[in-house]
């Protein structure tokens, strides 16, 4: 969602801003804006629509401020207009406020200001912000925190008032050495430097000036000056906290050479499986060794005696968790269920007993997904019943996120910071993440012999080489095939087990770069239904790969064809049926069912980056997207 930067110490303040802001431009992209302190003045520049429309109206101002917050905004109250871009300010203008999240109780903290006379000049939940501190500053400030900064105090009371998640910077023309920054429910992170301090929403705002970096927790606040940082709660205890290093490196968070971050992420994907075979695979590991050949290092406890799994999980992520249940149900025999995170807070199942509860977010800091998971291990907490016990486990790429806080156990994906707003090397990511507990379950429970585990292992190292041939001469195929699709406005994919999932994935992938209405449907439904959409006009996606549903899949491929459908299929090479079914062909490796996934995705994510590049879209910032949703 939003994107916040801040910054104060001895360098240019707008610079690091807008540069911090570029990093983030993934977060939000609604519109921007910056507000610096110099002089004794606030200095406020926003504009509508992408951050270079901020950068144009900022070249050529000299700004000689060491102390600035900047945001990028996805809209959640009021429309993207300039008006509704943050910084909001007090009346004053000498208050100004970035946020992210959302203030739920904004009508009637806003309705009681008026009625003290503040002026509003936007629809946003965040204006009240800056009016209520500008109150309490008002009021002549008394509290535990005022005897370090008025200013401090002011928004300590004011975020007392807040109902809801936010992140916020804080600063006033009228406290030109302090940065104050807030955390609740919604992510921030401060920046350590050599007499100098970052804070921003996500890290690689960060990164590539300092990667000493602490993310606040719930309910922190602090106020950053060129001398220090201090940490308190909202009831003003002061909290000792210490940074830590942060393994990403500036470069990660470049296109190098690419034209979008998600080709880029596309192409990384066999490196990806590399670096994650090489994590958590044991080298030494041979099938007569009486050990698992999975190093995922979770506490001993956590997976033993389990009767089943549930896992909760939000869009891309939720598609890998599907897979996942396919592969701990059929190879480590444990049923599995999986919730989307948004309906399973709400509506929760009754407690299963010996449970392991599984969150899957590759941001660590989805809203739903936090809060699903909170609730869970709250109520089995509460329940005082050993069967009901919590056994929590996360799997995400931000192990440093709010994901990584919450749950005691988590499985890091590996697979370097994700710019493209749709999810692609996460998700394979997330995939190996599945295989490496399955098979830790698969052995624990002894569902897979020795020669088994050895086998799929032997099949898993292959992967990257097979990855890497499938995206090389994919490529160029892909992108010629494209063209077929400028004018096209609704995409079928059909899928069968393990592949189903991939067909949701596929069909995401194309509407949410491309705009084109696209359906993922388990293919033999295809006749309950949907297959009335079918004509000449819509085509459909097939993923058709040996194993238990083949001809099943090709059967069902073969009545869209009689419907006249456009038949593209994701299948083996030189197999004499998938050529006589398909119209075009999209060919994969033939490797163990259970594994296609790592493959019949790679066909589906660069037809749609070709189409919505084609169609000379914005790959990588979609309209209305946010990377990291941190609202609910
Ligand atoms: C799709 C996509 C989203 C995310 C979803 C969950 O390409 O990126 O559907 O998968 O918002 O995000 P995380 O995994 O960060 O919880």
Redesign the pocket.
């Known amino acids: 969602m939003c994107g916040i930067v801040g910054y104060i110490g001895t360098r240019a303040a707008s610079n690091i801003l807008i540069e911090g802001l570029r990093k983030l431009e993934y977060r939000g992209y609604d519109s921007a804006g910056v507000a610096t302190i110099s002089e004794g003045q606030l200095n406020r520049v926003r504009a509508k629509g992408k951050l270079q429309n901020l950068q144009d109206k900022l070249d050529g101002l000299e700004d000689p401020a060491r102390l600035g917050i900047g945001h990028t905004r996805w809209a959640t109250h009021g429309k993207p207009e300039e008006h509704n871009a943050h910084p909001h300010t007090d009346g004053s203008g000498r208050i100004a406020v970035v946020q992210n999240g959302i203030v739920e109780n904004y009508r009637e903290l806003r309705e009681a200001l008026i009625a003290k006379g503040y002026e509003f000049h936007s629809e946003t939940d965040t204006e009240v912000i800056p009016h209520l501190i500008a109150d309490y500053l008002a009021k002549g400030v008394e509290g535990p925190l005022a005897h370090e900064s008025d200013l401090l105090e002011a928004v300590r009371q004011a975020v007392n008032d807040l109902d809801g998640a936010f992140a916020l910077a804080v600063v006033s023309a009228d406290f030109p050495d302090e940065l104050i920054v807030v955390r609740q429910q919604a992510p921030l992170a401060i920046g350590f430097g050599q007499g100098e301090f970052f804070c921003a929403s996500d890290t690689p705002a960060i990164v590539p000036h300092t990667r000493a970096v602490l993310p606040l927790d719930n309910g922190e606040l602090a106020m950053l000056t060129p001398l220090g940082a201090a940490i308190y709660d909202f009831t003003g205890r002061r909290l000792k906290k210490h940074p830590i290093t942060l393994s990403i490196s500036p470069t990660m968070v470049e296109k190098q050479g690419f034209k979008h971050f998600m080709l880029k992420e596309i192409h990384e994907q066999p490196g990806v499986v590399r670096t994650s075979l090489e994590t958590y695979l044991a080298s030494d590991w041979t099938p007569e060794s009486d050990k698992s050949p999975v190093n995922l290092g979770l506490d001993a406890s956590l997976l033993a005696g389990l009767d089943h799994v549930q896992i909760l999980?939000?869009?891309?992520?939720w598609h890998a968790s599907l897979v996942g249940k396919h592969l701990l149900e059929r190879l480590a025999g444990i049923p599995t269920v999986v919730h989307y995170a948004s309906e399973f807070r709400y509506s929760p199942t009754p407690l299963i007993a010996n449970a392991l509860t599984i969150g899957?977010?590759?941001?660590?800091?989805?809203a739903d997904?936090l809060a699903a998971l909170d609730m869970e291990q709250t109520r089995r907490g509460e329940k005082g019943d050993a069967a009901f016990a919590p056994r929590m486990l996360g799997i995400t790429n931000r192990p440093e996120s709010s994901l990584g806080r919450l749950v005691p156990n988590v499985v890091a994906t590996h697979a370097g910071i994700e710019i493209g707003?749709?999810?692609t090397k996460?998700f394979v990511a997330q995939l190996m993440a599945f295989y490496f507990l399955a098979l830790e379950l698969g052995y624990q429970r002894k569902t897979l012999s020795g020669q088994e585990l050895a086998e799929i292992i032997e099949a898993m190292r292959q992967l990257p080489t097979q990855m890497e041939h499938v995206i090389e001469k994919q490529e160029g195929y892909t992108e010629e095939l494209a063209h077929s699709f400028t004018e096209t406005q609704d995409f079928i994919f059909i899928g069968r087990g393990v592949n189903y999932p991939i067909a949701l994935e596929g069909a995401?992938?194309l509407k949410?770069i491309s705009y084109i209405h696209a359906e993922g449907y388990p293919a033999g439904e295809m006749k309950h239904g949907p297959i009335a959409l079918l004509d000449a006009k819509v085509p459909v996606v097939a993923i058709a790969v040996p194993g238990t549903v083949y001809d099943k899949v090709l059967s069902n491929a073969q009545e869209a064809k009689a419907r006249d459908a456009q038949l593209i299929g994701v299948a083996p090479a030189n197999d004499p049926e998938a050529e006589h079914t398909f119209d075009t062909l999209l060919p994969v490796p033939t490797v163990d069912e259970l594994l296609s996934p790592m493959l019949t995705v790679l066909p589906l994510q660069l037809l749609s980056y070709h189409i919505a590049a084609r169609r000379g879209l914005d790959v990588d910032q979609p309209r209305n997207l946010a990377?990291?949703?941190t609202v609910e």
């Not at 999980?313 to 992520?317: E, K, L, P, Q, V």
């Not at 899957?360 to 989805?366: C, D, Y």
């Open positions: 999980a939000c869009g891309t992520s899957v977010t590759q941001s660590g800091e989805t997904t707003v749709a999810a996460t995401l992938k949410e990377k990291s949703v």
